[in-house]
């Protein structure tokens, strides 16, 4: 490009002629260099997963990428010449979480200084919340003047969740841990205190069944036997809520139809409920059965239907039902966390005074309650969470303040197997060998089985076991404690049947048999086991299956 200037003399001739001449070449390129530059850019900026907002001095906002359209839920003709407090008046989102940007925008503006903020974008529902990470960055010129500020917001709902589920399975990790612990614990000195607890039963009833003629001194005796029975099935129950407590996982007990087990016990649990509350069931049947025995699933409901009564302070209604649920995706709660599968949920509802949110995390743990009057131990639901949780299940509740409580119950489903039961030959009095490493038990024992009818021999150890074992005359039945001073009662058992191949065997033990499984003694499907302490009559009923 050339600029031509001419300058004329007084009688009006050209005297002089300037030219001059621009290379605007050079600048066309820069300027198509910049303009394919801010394209370039813009495409960038319009392609980044972080929602970027521009606007200027005067207020509108210049500039707004797809991610940012997307989290506000605007269209591409919505946002040009609008302002953060006028796009309240298009109702794209939540109102709350635009003025929310709105007033950040206008306090970085006059504060000219950068704000980080994290704000939540509520969704169609209220559990439906995006997690953002916002800034708000003011921009100067040269001269210190404001240009425009710049608005950032990253979505960080998926990392957030990251993080729960890593302080959910850190918090599962150390309440496991701390599970063993109270376990090793429990099981450490359950097996003596159910010895000694047996021993206080089992000679509580024979003192009561030599009581003579009724007289005042003789009720008064028979009074104070009774409460010392009443003590000791108290500390049996505490001693097997500890043990149940401190269940580790993948325990696999004895199984049951769940379905069966509610149908079975809603009258007695309707009973438990009181006059005055009405329980509901609702229970669909199932063909498989979950890892737990009637005892235990059994324990589970008598303690969430009291507890719901608890709630109810007596007078309402407990909704009570049963079925199969199919999730296709993990389960995490606050307590536990479940592997998408095949459920049976039993699901135990109130509309009493509800769970403050602050004692969720704790109704749990052992001798915790939220009874102003402390009626029980506080041991209800922590039993409930060992017995669910050695089932490979979890349990999630659900409760608000004034708004009642729902208890789920989430049971893994097996398929159905029906344990055997054989019974023996042999005449009415039976030929059993005793073994017992507690001397006070083992005299118990043989002193009920004689009085039973039975001939006895007894033995404190595996070797006098054998050698009694091997001696003449044939054994109809083995009674036998699962630990013992010198191994355990399966050895035994083997040893026996290495001669007497046919030998049935009753077992007994403070220890459950799931929990015996877990430390690898597994006992025979067809052999009973008495769960100390027990009573003399319970023994004899026992051993009265093997008579012919």
Known sequence: MSVVAKYYGQSGDVKTVHSIMFDIETERRLSRQAVELSHQVGILIEAVPMAVILRDSAGPIQFMNGSARQILSLKADEW??????????LKTVAHSTLREIA???QAAWQSRERIDRQIFLHGASPDKQQALDCSWVPLFDDSGDRLGLVTTLRDVTEAIEEQRIRQHLQETDQRDRRMDALGRLAEGVSHEFENLLTAVLGYSDICLSRLGAVDENTLKIKDSLEKIRTAAGKASELSRSLLAFSARKHWKGDSCNPADILREFAPSLTHLAGSQVSLETNIHSTEN??????EDLADIL????SNAREALNGRGTIHLSGYIRLSDQPLIWRQHSLPAGKYYLIEVADDGVGIADADLGHI???????????RGRGMGLAMVFGLVNKAGGGVQVKSQVGGGTCMQVFLPLTKS?????????GSEALKILIVEDQPSLLDLFTEVLQAGGHQTTSASSIKEAISKANAPGNLDLLVCDIFL???????????????QPNIPVVFFSGTPRSNLQAQGICLPDDAPL???PFRPTQLLQTIARFRK
């Open 530 to 532: 008495l769960s100390k």
């Open 103 to 105: 007033h950040l925008d």
């Open 289 to 294: 059965s979950v890892p737990l025995s009637r």
């Open 302 to 305: 008598v303690h969430l239907v």
């Open 485 to 499: 001073s010198d191994g355990n009662g399966m050895e035994l058992l083997e040893q026996i049947r290495a001669v």
């Open 417 to 425: 197997t029906v344990p055997s039961t054989e019974s023996i030959d």
């Open 80 to 89: 040009p010449g609008q302002s953060f407090a006028s796009l309240e008046d």
């Open 364 to 374: 749990f743990d052992p001798f915790f309650t939220t009874s102003p009057e402390v």
